[in-house]
């Protein structure tokens, strides 16, 4: 039995960041992924993006990762649109209001997990193991981990970072809240008549947000276009140059015309949220810990957070002589992490049902709030250091 200080279940962009993270400490750490965490990537744009917050890429910067992300695969976005399609309303952020060189990044999440998992080669406290976890077993000091290719571990505290349907949660037995949205995700990748300007977009039409998302080719974007699903399945039967006609239509010719270049994935859209995030020798982070809406891009960001606010505490506990497996010490961080998520959570659904359907009265209120908040730079600057700082 092989044993490590932290063993992180999980190889995704949660999980990798907190391995990332506590390379800044002299703990030691196994990460476990069903499957191999790299694959080599195909030269044109893969499926799933993530928009990565500016001050997470600072952190990253710092920590030495971000330098192993290449450069001619990730969109440095300097504004951001969003606009109602159905009123006057909408809204405009540019980085020159922050002070800083972006708003954030848009990346492959595979490549930004190649690049993690890159720079984690170069840590030797840092043993990647491609294997899936079996069983949990929960000791007095130590959790014992039975993993299918029969290397076992023993660590003081086990992250689950095992994504939505955590193995991890299900083992500690995190009571969760579930939330159907009742709608879908439709991704795709889209040529575009016009440059994207660098600009990430999103427009609110009364059957779900679609969101235009710049990606390192000028003329490509990656889009997320969130649907009831009865409208989802409809446009899904549609032919590639149907479709197409519908997202330039829904866009607003924002771009000119749209064209799906590749596949088009869909993904339910399903809110869950733990009751409970730890236990003596357990916690949970990311996807494992809650999903929320893709309207505002915030997933991976909150997950980042989650895993650099743990590293935090780890190495806080550890410099002060605390045991930092067990929940009495765990305590702040889970109130803190659940605390961020459930705002979350509820600034997405108010947006989600603010801007969702034809009632005239709801629809002046976007109008006006929207023009009011871009014209009001003090309450705008609050929303662009909110956003920035998950
Ligand atoms: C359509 C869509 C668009 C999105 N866009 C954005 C965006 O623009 N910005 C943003 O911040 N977020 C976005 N998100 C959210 C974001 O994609 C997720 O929040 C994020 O990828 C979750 O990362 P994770 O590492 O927690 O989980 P995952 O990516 O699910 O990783 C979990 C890992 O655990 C491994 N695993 C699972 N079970 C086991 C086991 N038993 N043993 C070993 N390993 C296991 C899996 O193989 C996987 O590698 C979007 C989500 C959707 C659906």
């Known amino acids: 039995m092989q044993k490590v200080d932290i063993a992180i279940v ?17 703990l030691s750490v196994a990460v476990i992924n069903d499957g191999n965490i790299t694959r080599t990537v195909a030269e044109q744009m893969e499926l799933r993006v993530s928009a990565i917050n500016q001050s997470h890429i600072d952190a990253f910067n710092t ?14 976005f300097t504004r951001m649109h969003v606009w109602d399609k159905d009123s006057f309303g909408e809204i405009s952020f540019d980085c ?27 840590q030797s406290q840092v043993h990647i193991v491609n294997a899936k976890i079996s069983k949990v077993l929960a000791g007095q000091q130590e959790t014992m981990l039975m993993l299918d290719n029969d290397e076992d571990f023993a660590c003081k505290l086990l992250v689950g970072a095992d994504g939505a349907n955590s193995f991890v949660r299900k083992q500690c037995q995190f009571p969760m809240t579930f939330h159907d949205y009742g709608q879908l995700a439709l991704v795709a990748n889209v040529r575009t008549q016009q440059s994207h300007g660098f600009t990430a977009r999103q427009v609110f039409t009364p059957t779900g947000p679609l969101a235009l998302l710049p990606t390192f080719d000028e003329h490509v974007c990656s889009i997320v276009w969130s649907q009831d699903t009865e409208n989802a399945e409809q446009l899904l039967q549609l ?31 399903i809110m869950q949220c733990a009751r409970t995030w730890a236990r003596d020798g357990a916690v949970i982070i990311g996807d494992a810990a809650h999903t929320i809406h893709p309207l505002a891009g915030q997933g991976a960001n909150l997950g980042i957070e989650d895993a650099f606010s743990l590293a935090k505490t780890i190495e806080t506990l550890q410099r002060t002589g605390k045991d930092y497996s067990r929940l009495r010490y765990l305590r702040p961080f889970e109130r803190e992490r659940k605390t961020q998520a459930t705002k979350m959570i509820a600034a997405m659904s108010g947006f989600q049902s603010l801007f969702s359907g034809n009632d005239p009265i709801k629809k002046f209120i976007r109008g006006t709030g929207l023009v009011m908040t871009d014209r009001l730079s003090f309450i705008k600057q609050q929303w662009m250091a909110e956003a920035s700082s998950f």
């Open 239 to 269: 032919n590639k140059a149907d479709f197409s006609n519908q997202l330039t239509a829904a866009s607003d010719s924002a771009l000119g015309l749209l064209q799906v270049e590749g596949d088009i994935a869909h993904f339910p859209l």
């Open 10 to 26: 999980g190889g995704g962009i949660v999980g990798l960041s907190l391995a990332s993270a506590l390379t800044q400490t002299e």
């Open 96 to 122: 020159n209001d922050t002070h800083r060189p972006a708003l954030g990044s848009i990346i492959e999440n595979q490549v930004f997990i190649n690049g993690l998992a890159e720079y984690l080669q170069t």
């Open 63 to 76: 920590v030495g990762v971000w330098q192993h992300v290449p450069a001619d695969r990730r969109c440095e």
